[in-house]
């Protein structure tokens, strides 16, 4: 009995010496990796935080160049379509046209620079994908609007065919990238992007009605919904036989005879 008491004894110390140091290696392992993990948690977030501001600004950059001004600068130009070729009115939309859209394509190469400076472009995501394929669309788009042809050459029709369905192209890519931008933000934030998505849906909602509305203005004057329609213009067009015949009248009415100059009685 004594000698199994030894042994058992024996094999209880042998267990846990051999067994302890194994436990002590995979406590340490995983408090080291606990350790590792909440280190990398607290740069990520530390990380984030540094970044916002920054990935807020290239959003807004970007907000205002793909999501404003261009399709502001279309408006524009189908207006100037609207006036008189060669009027006032038409130059000033089309400068008005240039002018946003020399903005926006400056306000997108600082965007894009702050992007490739500040940022990690592993360009393993549809928004930086998009983002580098709408920024050299851009590029062209400008490079093809500022050496048009004359009015009257051949080459017109082409140029202008190509200008606006790159340029119709754009505007919509950018306003898909804009969202994908929304949704990588609310990702690497952590911060709720609703509001300023419902805010860019109605923005755009407003351009597209405005969009069509122009093309239906003409129409709508000929319909008479707002003033200088048809109703007008035939109550003008009724009135001009009554005011011909007036004007008639006043012609056939006989000249009032003025004093004869008694001087010129003498001289006759």
Known sequence: ??????????VIVS?????????????????????SQRNTNSKVHKVNHQKASDIALHGLLLWG?????????????RGSNKA?????RSRILFYFHVAFQMLSVLLATVGAAMSLIKFENSFDNNHQRLGLAL???ILVQAFIGFFRPHRGKKQRSYWYFVHWILGTIVS???IINIYTG????????LKSTMF????FTVEVFFIGLIYLFQDKLEYMRKQGVIEGSDESTMSSYQDIPQRQQNQNQKEMLPIACGKINALGNLFD
């Open 135 to 137: 920024y050299g669309a």
């Open 172 to 174: 919509l890519v950018g």
């Open 65 to 77: 160049s793909v999501g404003f001004l261009m399709p502001l600068g279309i408006l524009t130009i």
């Open 196 to 199: 300023w998505t419902i805010l």
């Open 1 to 10: 009995m004594h000698i199994s008491y030894k042994s058992a004894c024996f």
């Open 15 to 35: 267990f846990y010496a051999f067994v302890i140091p194994f436990t002590h290696c995979t406590t340490l392992k995983e408090v080291n990796q606990f350790n």
């Open 84 to 88: 008189e070729p060669g009027s006032r």
């Open 182 to 189: 929304l949704k990588a933000y609310h990702k690497r934030t």
